[in-house]
């Protein structure tokens, strides 16, 4: 692989041995970065779909009623509830974004 095709930044992050070249090992290393960060991405969006189909917007505003949450807990023969969760629902039982993923990560 030649250079010319690397931002500059990462080139330095890439050559660990200086050698201006990129070894099998060290491209090995930007294919799994590269994947770690698509799979961030994906989590995310999967994140977000799932915030979205249980009463969020997609702006992550808004929330997921907890009521809901335990509805799907029983459902599934989970037993765990808010306390268990470390869950603070807002004054209307909304869990928040961040909480969410929090909960889904």
Do not use: C
């Amino acid at each position: 692989m030649t250079w010319d095709v690397l931002p500059e930044a990462a080139k330095f992050q890439v050559d660990e041995d200086g050698s201006n070249e990129i070894h099998f090992a060290e491209f090995l290393k930007i294919i799994e970065a590269h994947k770690a960060n698509n799979n961030k991405d994906e989590d995310e969006t999967d994140t977000l779909e799932a915030f979205v189909a249980l009463g969020g917007a997609p702006d992550k505003t808004g929330g997921v009623p907890m009521a809901k949450l335990s509805l799907l807990t029983e459902e599934f023969g989970l037993e765990v509830g808010a306390a268990d969760l470390a869950l603070k629902p807002s004054e209307d039982g909304l869990i928040d974004y961040a909480q969410f993923r929090t909960l889904m990560s």
